[in-house]
């Protein structure tokens, strides 16, 4: 294996205590800016292994303190045999992020597993992505861009096409964005959507289509959505007589890509907090691990 230019290694012969114990973990830009990067987790031996993309939450914003949210799980990769690419992007309101530049991050940081497989030995065909939160809406995307107009400002003709999608209590719905609860404060505690959005909904609608996967369903691949029944199944009002008690419908994905033909497997974790789905130990995090293997044909871990 050679060491490709550009790259810094950041850790190398990490505690070797199974026959897949991670070895290293470098840094890789795909871009410029100092938020375009990810870390490549890789297990010991020859590979090529299947790769597991990383895309953490935070309502659509981003951080060094994030990233670090899958930083655990993805050791758990390679202790099992499993490459792993952790990515950084630009935020919403980070200096060239939301629109266009949030897309583009995400778009051209997974494709980067196109130029890291001629040095490193990952297998591109056996690709899963894995978002928590606004990661899961990002992820969501990938799956769906390549259905996009090639003269998108978003569109990116992608290198490398994800074989299955894990949503961990991931909010995939852009109206959640800039939603008022039942406090009357909004969502992510800004204003968001604008900033994604390239403008208001009203004035750029096809942009808002552009950014809403539900409204691109099916992906055409396999999909895992692990969620808390603190926000699933929804609960509303429904039209039990003719006319009377019905609520504004509100997209139910699962039942919406079923229905459109995808493969998808629903894992409800009862009253599991949101915040559990990346921390070690909790039943968030271990569904979330059980579902990656299961996309990757993995019985145990």
Partial sequence: MKTPRFHTLLLALLVIGSPFTA??????????DPMQYGEL?????????????????????SNERLMSSYQAMAKV???????????????????????PGTWLDIANGFDQL???????????????????????????????????????????PAKVEPMGLVMA????????IDSIGTSGEIYCGEPLLEKLNGGSVAEHPDNFRQISPLKWLPWGIPQEYVVSTYRYPLSLPREITQGKT???????????????????????????????FVREGSRGYQATIVAIFRLL?????
């Fill in 23 to 32: 070895f290293a973990q470098t840094k890789i830009a795909y871009g410029p």
């Fill in 41 to 61: 987790y890789l297990p010991q031996g020859n590979g090529p292994f299947p790769v597991v993309t990383f895309l953490h939450a935070g309502c659509w914003r």
């Fill in 77 to 99: 990769m390679t202790d099992n045999g499993i490459a792993a690419w952790n990515m950084q992007y630009r935020g919403a309101t980070d200096v060239g992020g939301g629109w």
């Fill in 114 to 156: 196109q130029a890291i497989a001629a040095d490193y030995p990952i297998d591109t065909s056996r690709a899963v992505v894995v978002g928590h939160s606004a990661g899961g809406h990002f992820g969501a995307w990938l799956a769906m861009r390549s259905q996009l107009p090639a003269d998108s400002e978003i569109y990116v």
């Fill in 169 to 176: 209590d991931a909010y995939i719905n852009p109206e959640v």
């Fill in 246 to 276: 019905a609520l504004q419908s509100v997209p139910d994905y699962p039942a919406l890509a079923v229905l459109a033909g995808d493969p998808l497997n629903l894992q409800l974790i009862d009253r599991e907090e949101h915040g559990a």
């Fill in 297 to 301: 044909g993995k019985s145990s871990w």
